[in-house]
Structure formats: structure tokens, C-alpha cells
Nanobody, 120 residues
Framework: QVQLVESGGGLVQPGGSLRLSCTAS????????MGWYRQAPGEQRELVAV??????????NYADSVKGRFTISRDNAKNTVYLQMNSLKPEDTAVYYC???????????WGQGTQVTVSS
């Protein structure tokens, strides 16, 4: 069982920045693909960004709506994945969820979510 604990959400003005963090309890954190998803009220949960396991090369992929503004990264020594969000827009308002998927077993885990609100 892997526990994911997110932090860093909050209220920010349009154009501002936030950094989300997600710390995992996984024994072999480097073998997990890590991702950030978000869900706005009345909407389906959508993928924001993903970073593959270290063994898979640690490559990244982003939703078109956040390319050039958001950056996902991982610190394997701290079992933590980050989402740096710049140039935030009101449409980025959502609950952001951390996701971990084992690269072989495909077992998937979710964090509890952290609220991001972009408003003036």
C-alpha cells in the first residue's frame, strides 16, 4: 500500500504561481510513474502532467492546456513529485490529485487532493 500526501494548494491571483508537492510512502519510489490530475466542479478528472519512472527514463508529458506554464519534476531521494505552476489562469481552478502507478504491476494509488483556486 502506497500513501500519497499532497500539499501546496491555495488561493492565488491570475498570473501567479504555486508549487504542489506530493510525498509517497513507496519503498521503491523510482519504479513508479507519477502524475498530477485535476478535477473542476462538474467536470471529469483530467490528466495535467506525468513523469515516468526513473527506470523508464523520467520523461514528462503535459496536457496541451498547461504546456509551457507547468513543470513536473521528481526528487527520488525525498520520494516526492512536484508540480510547478506558473502564469495561472482562472480555468486552472480545481482540486489537484497526485497519482502513482507501478511501472510493472500497474497498481495505482491516489492522494486526497489539494484545492487550487485562481481568482482576483
Amino acid at each position: 500500500q502506497v500513501q500519497l500526501v499532497e500539499s501546496g494548494g491555495g488561493l492565488v491571483q491570475p498570473g501567479g504561481s504555486l508549487r504542489l508537492s506530493c510525498t509517497a510512502s513507496a519503498r521503491f519510489f523510482g519504479s513508479y510513474h507519477m502524475g498530477w490530475y485535476r478535477q473542476a466542479p462538474g467536470e471529469q478528472r483530467e490528466l495535467v502532467a506525468v513523469i515516468t519512472s526513473i527506470i523508464s527514463g523520467g520523461s514528462t508529458n503535459y496536457a496541451d492546456s498547461v504546456k509551457g506554464r507547468f513543470t513536473i519534476s521528481r526528487d527520488n531521494a525525498k520520494n516526492t513529485v512536484y508540480l510547478q505552476m506558473n502564469s495561472l489562469k482562472p480555468e486552472d481552478t480545481a482540486v489537484y490529485y497526485c497519482n502513482a502507478q507501478h511501472m510493472i504491476a500497474k497498481t495505482t494509488y491516489w492522494g486526497q487532493g489539494t484545492q487550487v483556486t485562481v481568482s482576483s
